[in-house]
T-cell receptor, first 114, second 114 residues
Framework: DGGITQSPKYLFRKEGQNVTLSCEQN?????MYWYRQDPGQGLRLIYY???????QKGDIAEGYSVSREKKESFPLTVTSAQKNPTAFYLC?????????????FGPGTRLTVL | DQQVKQNSPSLSVQEGRISILNCDYTNSMFDYFLWYKKYPAEGPTFLISISSIKDKNEDGRFTVFLNKSAKHLSLHIVPSQPGDSAVYFCAASAAGGGADGLTFGKGTHLIIQP
């Protein structure tokens, strides 16, 4: 039963603390992505990774960091430098082959900064 | 600079009728378009896509139309059912751009009235 899992579903953090959101996929996809959704907004790309040990900044990377040590895993760290971290975070993956652009999404993590 | 626009934040349609969701884009490099459906507090699920070499793609009750000259696409749902009530996101990618994520519109909240 292939898919993408994100944990936890809800996360609370005090201001000034770093927090790491988990994303795991067993779809054997090369590409993985992190998006952020705010109320009334579309999804905005934070970081993406085409392959293990490689990742690139998206449109709103400031205050975030990622790692891609394994094909299955792409954790996102929200650092204290992120000025407005309260949001719904979505992880996605896709087969990085020519003509295949569909992305599959995880269930999301809602982060609230107290 | 919003490259993918969904100008209707919400749309109300009677059950059994046709729902038409619209999307406009500005980037002429976009060559692949997708529609995603999203329920609250869940990740988006892929609905249907269309390549720029086509002007129509149909999958069951869902049909996507692409008008390249007008940089416009639409999603038709016929007949509309209560379970179709959700937020629908239009997304686009450029040639070879699958690896760096999709550009999303802000979404249209479809409400199916009984």
């Amino acid at each position: 039963d292939g898919g993408i899992t994100q944990s936890p579903k809800y996360l609370f953090r005090k201001e000034g603390q770093n927090v790491t959101l988990s994303c795991e996929q067993n779809l054997n996809h090369d590409a993985m992505y992190w998006y952020r959704q705010d109320p009334g907004q579309g999804l905005r790309l934070i970081y993406y990774s085409q392959i293990v040990n490689d990742f690139q900044k998206g449109d709103i990377a400031e205050g975030y960091s990622v790692s891609r040590e394994k094909k299955e895993s792409f954790p996102l760290t929200v650092t204290s430098a992120q000025k407005n971290p309260t949001a719904f975070y979505l992880c996605a993956s896709s087969i990085d082959t020519s003509g295949s652009y569909e992305q599959f999404f995880g269930p999301g993590t809602r982060l609230t900064v107290l | 600079d919003q490259q993918v626009k969904q100008n209707s934040p919400s749309l109300s349609v009677q059950e059994g009728r046709i729902s038409i969701l619209n999307c406009d884009y500005t980037n002429s490099m976009f060559d692949y378009f997708l529609w995603y459906k999203k329920y609250p507090a869940e990740g988006p699920t892929f609905l249907i896509s269309i390549s720029s070499i086509k002007d129509k793609n149909e999958d069951g009750r869902f049909t996507v139309f692409l008008n390249k000259s007008a940089k416009h696409l639409s999603l038709h749902i016929v007949p509309s059912q209560p379970g179709d009530s959700a937020v629908y996101f239009c997304a686009a990618s450029a040639a070879g751009g699958g690896a760096d994520g999709l550009t999303f519109g802000k979404g249209t909240h479809l409400i199916i009235q009984p």
